[in-house]
């Protein structure tokens, strides 16, 4: 029979396949390795398969981020045990983010407006996405990529809504700043 | 709404987060603020530069073959097991008397099973891999002999209460959403107000029922005020109680399909929740506090510490 095999595999081809690109995007981003990040998506995608029950009525992305989040950190662990890599640890602090200091900064470009707008490409930006710490890279993966909502982040990463928020605030600053590094370098962005 | 208020709130308003009253603020202070407005352009033009530039990357091909090639190989191997299982219910069913014990537990599974017939989608669970030899064993005769007995009738009902579990704390989830937002977007309260007398009148003509709003101080809960909630289709009255810095959300509804099915006590991310039915209510009590001052909390909402046990009258 396996009727019920059959059908489990038909719901993975409609609700799983889609968001493949979201997992392996995901992946790639929290492992900054590209093999690394098929090999977590794979074992995420068999996990995913034979769970496939428990799906039911979460929102099948957020859901399927959170078991490449979980391989992800299985691989990491991995690779921190047989010593071939380090990896940042996620201790920076969280306080709450604040404002002054960042619009001080923000004054001081004339137009940062028109700094942003240029035309920059691709690889350059994903680079300096790659080299946020991990935590507010994740979080601003998670939005700008994924489209989770705060809610949905907060859930996945663990983390209260009002952190999600400011690592996401710390995030696009970083960005913003490295971003103003680059083309104040004559890097052509 | 200041500076380092705005700022807090500079990211959720660019990302659609923010409800439309707070967003009304934040707009209007940045419509007068030129140091928010340009910090929330800022941001804006970065979230809006990655959106355009479209940084997500495209599985691999070679990703999607290894995936496709994994599930035929779970299909090849789910087959196998099924078949070597009804082998042996089959080989079972000749040759063995079934208990009137492991018949009784095994009936468990095409009642509650049953997929051509699900009553409501809560009834409709997963379908697990355990039973469907099982099921594919319910429709001769034979076929409470045919079960494969203790094992699947326990995982069966293992499973079913896990997805009640589920399903109820994802009620909770929601509960528990709300008082989330309630403290995060600073919307905690319509009507501000330590003094019940003020809190449940203002109740009156805004829903169609009257909410419990006893007076607690004597047991260290202090009320704070109150606020309409919707949640999840139904009209919900919040009375807010803080005790020891703590908020708790009381959220009081008609007997509905949803807030009904949480458990008496339960924990989600963090936050307690204890629900239970008085006067024809519902009530959904949810904070970070300690579990045991929300069982206090109750007992006072049961049997109000005033003079009076109905809430709505006047106490000292």
Redesign the interface.
């Known amino acids: 029979?396996?009727?019920?095999?059959?059908?489990?595999?038909l719901r993975?081809r409609e609700l799983i396949?889609p968001l493949?690109?979201?997992?392996?995007?995901f992946a790639?981003y929290l492992s900054r390795d590209?093999s690394a990040?098929?090999d977590i998506?794979?074992e995420a995608?068999?996990r995913a398969?034979?769970h496939l029950?428990?799906l039911?009525?979460h929102e099948p992305r957020a859901w399927l981020l959170t078991i490449v989040r979980n391989c992800f950190y299985a691989w990491r662990e991995k690779v921190v045990q047989s010593g071939l890599r380090s990896f940042e640890t996620d201790s920076s602090t969280d306080e709450?983010y604040?404002?002054?200091e960042?619009?001080d900064e923000?004054?001081q470009?004339l137009d940062?407006?028109r700094i942003?707008?240029r035309t920059?490409k691709?690889e350059a930006?994903?680079e300096m996405?790659e080299a946020l710490p991990a935590q507010y890279r994740e979080a601003?993966v998670l939005?700008?990529?994924?489209d989770l909502?705060?809610?949905e982040i907060a859930?996945l990463t663990?983390m209260?809504?009002?952190t999600v928020?400011?690592r996401?605030?710390r995030a696009?600053?970083l960005?913003?700043k490295m971003?103003l590094e680059r083309a104040g370098e004559g890097a052509v962005l | 709404m200041n500076?380092?208020a705005?700022?807090?709130w500079?990211?959720?308003l660019l990302?659609g987060?923010l409800d439309p009253k707070n967003a009304a603020e934040v707009e209007g202070h940045l419509a007068e603020c030129p140091?928010?407005k340009?910090?929330y352009?800022?941001?804006r033009?970065?979230?809006s530069?990655?959106?355009r530039?479209?940084?997500?990357?495209?599985?691999?091909e070679?990703?999607?073959s290894?995936?496709g090639a994994?599930?035929e190989a779970?299909?090849a191997a789910?087959?196998q097991v099924?078949?070597e299982r009804?082998d042996a219910a089959a080989g079972q069913a000749g040759a063995q008397m079934v208990t009137p014990a492991l018949a009784e537990s095994a009936r468990v599974i095409p009642i509650r099973q049953a997929p051509a017939a699900p009553t409501s989608t809560r009834s409709a669970v997963?379908?697990?891999?355990a039973t469907?030899?099982a099921r594919?064993a319910t429709r001769g005769p034979a076929r409470w002999v045919m079960l494969a007995g203790w094992p699947v009738a326990l995982a069966a009902s293992a499973l079913l209460a896990t997805?009640l579990l589920?399903?109820r704390s994802?009620e909770a989830d929601e509960v528990v959403?709300a008082h989330?937002r309630s403290l995060?977007a600073d919307h905690l309260n319509d009507v501000v107000s330590t003094s019940h007398h003020t809190v449940k009148p203002w109740f009156a003509g805004k829903i169609d029922f009257s909410p419990p709003v006893p007076d607690l101080t004597s047991l260290g809960f202090e009320l704070v005020g109150g606020r309409l909630e919707y949640l999840d289709h139904q009209q919900v009255a919040a009375i807010v109680y803080r005790k020891h810095g703590h908020i708790i959300n009381v959220l009081a509804s008609l007997p509905g399909r949803d807030t009904a099915n949480i458990p008496h006590t339960t924990h989600v991310?963090g936050y307690s929740v204890r629900s239970w039915r008085q006067s024809g209510l519902n009530l959904v009590a949810v904070s970070d506090i300690d579990p045991s001052e929300l069982a206090n909390l109750e007992q006072g909402f049961e049997a109000p510490p005033a003079p009076s046990p109905e809430p709505a009258s006047p106490t000292p």
């Open positions: 029979m396996g009727s019920d095999v059959d059908n489990r595999a993975f396949e493949l690109n979201d997992a392996y995007t790639r590209p990040a098929e998506v794979q995608s068999l398969f034979r029950d428990s039911r009525s709450a604040g404002v002054a960042e619009a923000a004054q470009d940062p407006q942003l707008e920059v691709r930006v994903r996405v601003l939005r700008e990529m994924n909502s705060y809610r859930e663990g209260p809504i009002g928020m400011s996401l605030a696009r600053d960005l913003r971003w | 500076c380092a705005t700022g807090k500079i990211d959720a990302d987060e140091r928010c340009q910090l352009e800022a941001r033009a970065v979230s530069n990655i959106r530039l479209d940084l997500g990357y495209v599985a691999p070679s990703l999607r290894r995936i994994m599930l779970e299909q789910a087959e099924a078949s009804r997963p379908q697990p891999t469907q030899s594919s997805v589920q399903q994802q959403a989330v995060l991310q």
